[in-house]
């Protein structure tokens, strides 16, 4: 059997075919009225922000991930009184590869943070490799201890590095999902629609999404294969670190509050170019590079059936002249303050700047595309966060400020 049939059994039996309407052209779709954004920490400045995570631990701090390998702490403004001067979390502007798409990427918290200080870092370093002097990069995810505020110097132990060609193409969002395993998106390494065939190889973890155990680690590795993977005792065949598979480039990805994994994948260049939502499912085979979203790509092969591949549960197009797009993925809203959006996953467009939500129909729970809305604009939209009472925070990646979403 080859490597690339190995992935056929659990893929035919996952559930793998989801519906989808037809493709949405980037105009602006219809607002939702009395919403605003504001400044999440007005006069506080940040050199290109790409994450905001919260600790998990109760103490309402927020931290916010710069792409050239700083990460800050500040506690949350609840818009009165002095907003607090942020406070260096991390500072590893010297050990990150800061070029195209790199940088410091990623953090999570360990779900007993609070009481076992553990935080985990990935991000974009340099690689050397005799054996194969192409593979220049790897996307690393690194464990640190924390006292107060701050990781401590010195602590930092490699948990998985992931060599790879090109600083483009490595997602790396990290998040402890449900039964506290530590998943890491790993995007398909960058080559032009993944010529190298990364995202459909099972040996392969670029084009993936991942699940570790941090707290068993196996004899000589920081991690162990998480019980309930799909694929662990596949020797030789597929790495059993891999929970889905065919990805392009899967910035960021979260849990609504039924389990279900949403992500939102950035497409290809051209007029005809895809974004599109999906919801992450066990085993799955994502379609990429065969499919941009809904968009036949290449041909299938003869092993890989089309009825097997998880479709996307909504896309939008390019709007008329090209007009760019980069979908950012986000969150299903469960916060308080913009009651009109609970349940609505809140997603964006890094080019155009606009905040989307996506009705979620609660009887069959699948996004069926309904309701397209614009929620608000978020110049050079980079990233979406959320605080510990789910509201969120929006990154504007050149401009170096964080909005939140409030009522008008």
């Known amino acids: 059997m080859s490597t690339r049939l190995a992935f056929a059994p659990a893929v035919l039996i996952a559930l793998a075919f989801l519906l989808a309407p037809a493709a949405v052209h980037a105009q602006e779709p219809p607002r939702i009225p009395g919403l605003k ?72 918290f360990h779900p007993q943070f609070k009481t076992n200080g553990r935080a985990f870092v990935s991000y974009l370093a340099s690689h050397a490799d005799a054996r194969n002097p192409a593979l220049k990069f790897k996307l ?23 060599p790879k060609k090109f600083p483009i193409h490595q997602a790396g969002h990290i998040a402890f999902g449900p039964k506290g395993m530590l998943f890491v998106a790993v995007g398909d390494g960058g080559s032009k629609n993944d010529k190298d065939g990364n995202a459909q190889n099972p040996r392969s973890l670029l084009g993936k999404i991942l699940r570790l155990d941090v707290d068993k680690p196996a004899p000589g590795k ?15 065949q597929v790495r ?14 979260a849990w609504d509050a039924s389990g279900r994994m949403w992500t939102v994948e950035p497409g290809t260049t051209g007029p005809e170019s895809r974004e599109w939502v999906h919801e992450i499912m066990r085993a799955g085979n994502h379609g990429w590079p065969y499919f941009e979203g809904k968009r036949r790509l290449s ?34 809203y469960r916060g308080a303050r913009v009651p009109a959006l609970r349940g609505k996953y809140i997603f964006g467009d890094h080019m155009r700047g606009l905040i989307f939500a996506l009705d979620v129909n609660g009887a069959s729970g699948r996004v069926l595309g309904q309701n397209f809305r614009t929620v608000g604009d978020v110049p050079d939209l980079s990233a979406i966060g959320e605080d510990e009472q789910g509201e969120l925070y929006f990154c504007s990646f050149e401009a170096g400020m964080i909005l939140t979403l409030a009522p008008e």
């Open 37 to 108: 954004m504001e400044e999440a920490w007005p006069d506080a400045e940040f050199t290109q922000p790409i994450r905001v995570v919260n600790a998990g631990d109760g103490s309402d701090r927020l931290f916010v991930v710069e792409k050239p390998g700083r990460i800050l702490m500040l506690p949350k403004w609840r818009g009165v009184g002095p907003v607090a001067k942020p406070k260096v979390f991390l500072d590893w502007r010297n050990i990150c590869v800061n070029k195209a798409q790199g940088g410091v990427l990623g953090l999570a």
């Open 140 to 162: 690393v995810v690194a464990e640190v201890s924390v006292r107060g505020d701050a990781a401590i110097p010195g602590s930092r132990k490699s948990i998985i590095e992931i």
């Open 240 to 253: 059993p670190e891999i929970w889905a598979f065919g990805m392009r480039n899967p910035w960021h990805f």
């Open 299 to 332: 041909p299938l092969p003869p092993n890989i059936r089309e009825a097997s591949l998880v479709k996307p549960v909504f896309e939008w197009v390019r709007g008329p002249g090209g007009q760019g797009t980069a979908g950012v993925g986000g969150f299903v």
């Open 222 to 236: 920081a991690y162990g294969i998480a019980a309930g993977n799909p694929w662990p005792r596949v020797p030789n």
